[in-house]
């Protein structure tokens, strides 16, 4: 089902995720197919310029998102001294599980596909989460990922197309990503960009990202709609 709504503006928006409330920034298109849920990477939040401008071209293919903070503020504050959060992963992947339960509980949102975005470890709580929650995902990205943390067992158990995008100047990151991809089950791809860091930092680069998870989310997004 595609949404008839109006362009909205970016919302600020509470999510409840145990005893803790997260911030996140909402961005609904005036029509959209879906809404992909962003899970930042180590020492990331919403605020993040790369995640913002995967963002703004996914909204321009019709497609909503919300991007928000993994982490309270408190518990940044102890990370950026300790490390201790951000590598978390089953703490991250219970806040993605919390965040697509209160998505799909917004009007705007409702019965509309859902998608993850994963970034760096962000990557790992996405895929951990898809596997979790099945068919209710329809499609995963990873930019940089480490798919690696999720584990074997949890990868084979993913059902969500699942895309994952290299720099082809990061080789570690490309090796655990090829290992990856061989042990999802589901329809999957590896894309590498070529020039591209691991921070995609070189010009063109995070707009190869975004075109690549456009065309992702798009396509499996709407695979979703037209069966529902």
């Known amino acids: 089902m595609r949404s008839n709504l109006?362009?909205?503006?970016?919302?600020?928006?509470?999510?409840?995720?145990?005893?803790?409330?997260?911030?996140?920034?909402?961005?609904?298109?005036?029509?959209?197919?879906?809404v992909?849920?962003?899970a930042h990477g180590s020492g990331s939040g919403r605020h993040s310029a790369r995640n913002r401008q995967v963002a703004r071209r996914l909204q321009e293919s019709g497609v909503a998102t919300l991007l928000f903070d993994?982490?309270?503020a408190q518990e940044d504050e102890v990370d950026v001294r300790t490390r201790e959060h951000r590598f978390d992963i089953a703490k991250l992947t219970r806040r993605m599980e919390?965040?697509?339960?209160?998505?799909?509980?917004?009007?705007?949102?409702?019965?509309?596909?859902?998608?993850?975005?994963g970034a760096s470890t962000g990557s790992a709580a996405a895929l951990i989460a898809a596997a979790q929650l099945g068919n209710r995902v329809s499609a995963v990205v990873s930019r940089g990922g480490r798919p690696d943390l999720a584990g074997p067992a949890v990868l084979a158990a993913v059902t969500a197309p699942t895309l994952l995008i290299v720099g082809g100047d990061d080789p570690e990151v490309a090796?655990?990503?090829?290992?990856?991809?061989?042990?999802?089950?589901?329809?999957?791809?590896l894309a590498v960009v070529p020039g591209a860091g691991h921070m995609f930092e070189e010009p063109g680069a995070l707009?190869?990202?975004?075109?690549?998870?456009?065309?992702?989310?798009?396509?499996?997004?709407?695979?979703?709609?037209?069966?529902?």
């Open 6 to 34: 109006p362009a909205t503006p970016l919302q600020e928006v509470r999510i409840p995720c145990g005893a803790a409330w997260l911030h996140g920034d909402l961005a609904l298109p005036g029509e959209f197919i879906g």
């Open 36 to 38: 992909v849920l962003f």
């Open 70 to 72: 993994l982490l309270t």
């Open 98 to 117: 919390d965040a697509a339960a209160w998505a799909v509980l917004q009007p705007a949102l409702k019965g509309m596909p859902l998608g993850f975005f």
């Open 175 to 189: 090796r655990l990503n090829t290992q990856a991809l061989e042990q999802l089950q589901c329809p999957k791809r």
């Open 207 to 228: 707009e190869a990202v975004g075109d690549l998870a456009a065309a992702w989310f798009s396509r499996h997004l709407l695979r979703t709609e037209h069966l529902a």
